[in-house]
């Protein structure tokens, strides 16, 4: 209760139910909750069950007073895969069965919800959100860089860049203001490659432009001085805009000087952690071992597989290798693994199915990440100061990787590529021959990320601003 005896404000809040999504935004609502907001995280019933029986969340979220944790359907069948691949019947199956629940849920629930704060791709949870007649602010979980070329859309189909004319991956796209000279084809999101303007994905994501200005702000989760000159342009369509990245970093730092009892892991997986492998990096070399990681969306073959093991074994450095259950396409990865692959592995590497990410960033024995560029781990690599091989494989990820490499300098672009040799060389490239390169840069821009959260940082600043803005509304 506040002085006035009045309840705090209640927030709603509705991640995409992804494991990226979910993790940032679980990260945004305990900080929200820390600073007195009463917040309902309502997730789909696949993520609740999947978050509760892989983590400690339940107990670690009774510290936080006024917090529910709950769960709605998605209105699929228990066994569909809820693939990245797969996201469009998803969303289909939310418009029709999650959107009338999420209505009566509010309406129905105890406490009157001030509002609500939900994935920017989800546009039926503003529909709600005027039937009831409540505000809601839109989060994005991806860089603003890639949301620019998103909100950008429109333009490269009206002037013709979409579809791509021809193979030539490597043509200059100029009309995404902001980003001339830089992007090429292959850096915009992968389905700009389909060649087909009915796609989906193409169809879904050019509403960015015109869905997103409709909420009352919008969320980033990312840093001003990191992607200012693109916040710029997107300010200039969604001017109330709070940019209050490393949600992570901000979490982690709020809970390291609050008295508020937590748990050592915030852990946020849906996959079980095998934690073996902390024990595994405390008996290696500092800086010595490159982390592998394409996030929670992304498979590869087991030709693709075996490319990158022979590049990094071949590269002679450590490795620890998370091995998603479901990330080789086929399944079965285990057999028929070259011999000479198996005994380097045990000589000098080590493989887990879900690794607590974010503590291996911190540890001193990882020099590198070769990740797929998701923006929850650029982040937390910046963060920890780890340089980066980037391999996109969807959504966001491509952008972001060309950023990682020629704006950021934070490590290196290996887009499109994914042969032994190539592997080796940027293997080589990272830990040995430029390490004291990004040593350098990833230092400066672990500072700056640093700085933005602390008081007077623009991260610090827009969260406040963001939680005055919500007991505004309450008054
Ligand atoms: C998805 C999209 O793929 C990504 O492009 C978008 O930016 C966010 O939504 P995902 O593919 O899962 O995300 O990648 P990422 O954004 O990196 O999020 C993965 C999360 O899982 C990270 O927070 C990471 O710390 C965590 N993780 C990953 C683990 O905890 N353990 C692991 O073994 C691997």
């Known amino acids: 209760m506040d002085d006035q005896g009045a309840l705090p404000p209640h927030v709603l809040i509705f991640p995409l139910p992804f494991q990226g999504p979910v993790n940032s935004t679980l990260k945004l609502a305990e900080l929200l909750s820390l600073s007195g907001l009463h917040i309902t995280f309502l997730l789909t019933d696949f993520i609740h069950t999947r978050l509760v029986r ?35 019947e998803m969303l289909d199956s939310m418009r029709a069965v999650t959107k009338p629940l999420l209505k009566e849920y509010i309406l129905a629930s105890g406490r009157p919800v001030t509002c609500i704060i939900a ?79 009915s796609n989906p ?76 492998c902390i024990t595994w990096l405390d008996s290696q070399p500092s800086k010595s071992v490159i982390y592998i990681s394409f996030g929670s969306l992304a498979v590869i073959t087991k030709d693709q597989q075996i490319e990158f093991w022979r590049g990094v074994v071949c590269s002679g450095t450590r490795f620890l290798w998370v091995i998603r259950p479901d990330s080789i396409v086929g399944g079965d990865w285990e057999s028929n693994i070259p011999t000479e692959l198996s005994l380097a592995t045990k000589e000098r590497g080590y493989i887990v199915g879900w690794a607590p990410q974010e503590e291996v960033l911190a540890h001193a024995a990882i020099g590198g990440f070769l990740t797929h560029s998701g923006w929850n781990s650029t ?9 980066m091989i980037c391999w996109p494989y ?28 190539t592997v080796e ?28 959260m602390g008081e007077g940082g623009s991260s610090y600043y827009n969260l406040d601003r963001l939680i005055k803005d919500i007991e505004l509304m309450n008054a």
């Open 119 to 197: 994935d920017g791709i989800l546009g039926f949870t503003c529909d709600v959100a005027n039937e009831i007649g409540i505000p809601i602010f839109y989060c994005r979980t991806l860089s603003a860089c890639c949301l620019w070329v998103l909100f950008c859309l429109p333009k490269l189909i009206e002037a013709g860049v979409l579809p791509f004319k021809g193979d030539d991956l490597d043509a200059p796209i100029t009309s995404v203001p902001g980003m001339e000279g830089l992007l090429r084809r292959r850096d915009l999101p992968a389905f700009c490659r389909s060649g087909d303007l």
């Open 201 to 276: 994905n193409i169809q879904l994501f050019k509403t960015e432009i015109q869905e997103l200005p409709r909420a009352h702000g919008l969320i980033l989760n990312t840093i001003e001085d990191l992607e200012g000159p693109v916040l710029s342009y997107i300010r200039a369509h969604c001017p109330n805009l709070y940019t209050i990245g490393p949600l992570h970093a901000q979490l982690k730092s709020k809970l390291s000087g609050t008295t508020t009892p937590s748990s050592t892991s915030s852990s946020n997986s849906i996959w079980k952690e095998d934690r073996s």
């Open 394 to 421: 969807f959504l966001d990820q491509h952008v972001n990787s060309r950023f990682v490499g020629e704006v950021w300098k934070l490590g290196l672009d290996m887009k499109d590529k994914c042969d032994r040799d």
């Open 54 to 88: 892989h983590t400690n969340i339940n107990s670690r979220l009774e510290t936080y007073p006024g917090f529910r944790l709950e769960s709605i359907s998605d209105g699929l069948p228990e066994d569909h895969p809820r693939s990245g691949e797969r996201f469009m």
């Open 425 to 452: 060389k940027m293997v080589k490239d990272l830990m040995e021959a430029r390490k004291d390169d990004f040593i350098r840069v990833t230092n400066e821009m672990g500072e700056l990320a640093r700085k933005s």
């Open 379 to 387: 982040l937390e690599s910046l963060m920890e100061r780890v340089p």
